[in-house]
């Protein structure tokens, strides 16, 4: 399993993830042109998509899925809520309907809640061949009945939104500053940094941050912040990397 975060932050946010047999997208938030010259840039065709698996329905994460299923017919995998929110405003030809666990060929994917202020929103776990990658954005806490089953994965690619000092000392008004820390809003660094350093296990092998903040963070804040608390409890992890907005990151092998 290889995966690449094409584009990551607060203006749009998708991730390509393939097998030797599937090749899917989680998200499609930035422009359809945007993600198919990402694709081309790994020698990857658009056409070979073939499922988008959707976290929530938030512009950043849906705004270019209308054009790119219209050229290209994935298949959309969400949730009854979010196809029920999607289908208003855009035609969807092929979907399968999100309902606990599921497969798509070779690609396994565990399901979990995440706590958004959206009608309804997933983190998942992709397991193919022995290894693991989570992916969690969007969500103000990661339920404790959760905990285990996300522990000593191989790759985690995790939301690390916003310093807290930053963002309240930030020009935001009172009411979005109170929205982004509550538990319906994002992960903090810290937020971030705690969960992963009760997650990272033997057997895990890197992790990505994404969904940082332009305004409301900095990417050596948050790296420093993770690294902290992956040594206060004596873990090390080979790879951590921070994703961009406008510029994807590696092919990465999991």
């Given at each position: 399993m ?10 749009g ?6 097998t030797?047999?599937t090749?899917i ?14 694709l081309?840039s790994?020698?990857i ?11 929530h329905t938030?512009?950043?994460h849906?705004?270019g ?44 994917v ?35 009945k ?9 790759y ?34 810290k ?5 992963l ?40 992890v ?14 990465i092998?999991?």
């Amino acid at each position: 399993m290889k995966f690449s975060v094409l584009a990551s932050g607060s203006k749009g946010n998708s991730s390509f993830i393939e097998t030797n047999n599937t090749k899917i997208l989680v998200d499609l938030g930035v422009t359809s042109g945007n993600v198919e010259k990402k694709l081309k840039s790994m020698d990857i065709e658009p056409s070979s998509i073939d499922a988008i698996v959707i976290t929530h329905t938030h512009v950043d994460h849906i705004n270019g899925l209308r054009v790119f299923i219209k050229k290209f017919h994935p298949t959309l995998y969400l949730s009854e809520t979010m196809y029920h929110e999607l289908s208003t405003s855009i035609h969807i030809e092929k979907y399968e309907i999100i309902d606990g666990d599921f497969s798509i060929s070779d690609i396994h994917v565990e399901v979990f809640k995440t706590s958004h202020d959206t009608s309804d929103s997933n983190g998942y776990i992709f397991e193919a061949y022995g290894k693991s990658l989570v992916y969690v954005t969007d969500t103000g806490y990661i339920n404790v009945k959760y905990h285990k089953k996300l522990q000593n994965k191989t790759y985690y690619i995790m939301e690390s939104n916003h310093d807290v000092e930053l963002l309240m000392h930030g020009r935001y008004p009172y009411h979005l500053k109170q929205r982004i820390i509550g538990d319906k809003g994002h992960l903090s660094n810290k937020d971030s940094a705690y969960y992963l350093s009760k997650f990272v296990g033997e057997e895990t092998k890197g992790i990505v941050l994404i969904h940082l903040s332009e305004e409301n963070n900095r990417e050596e804040v948050a790296l420093e912040t993770l690294h902290k608390n992956l040594e206060k409890v004596s873990k090390q992890v080979d790879q951590i990397i921070v994703a961009h907005q406008t510029e994807r990151t590696e092919l990465i092998d999991v």
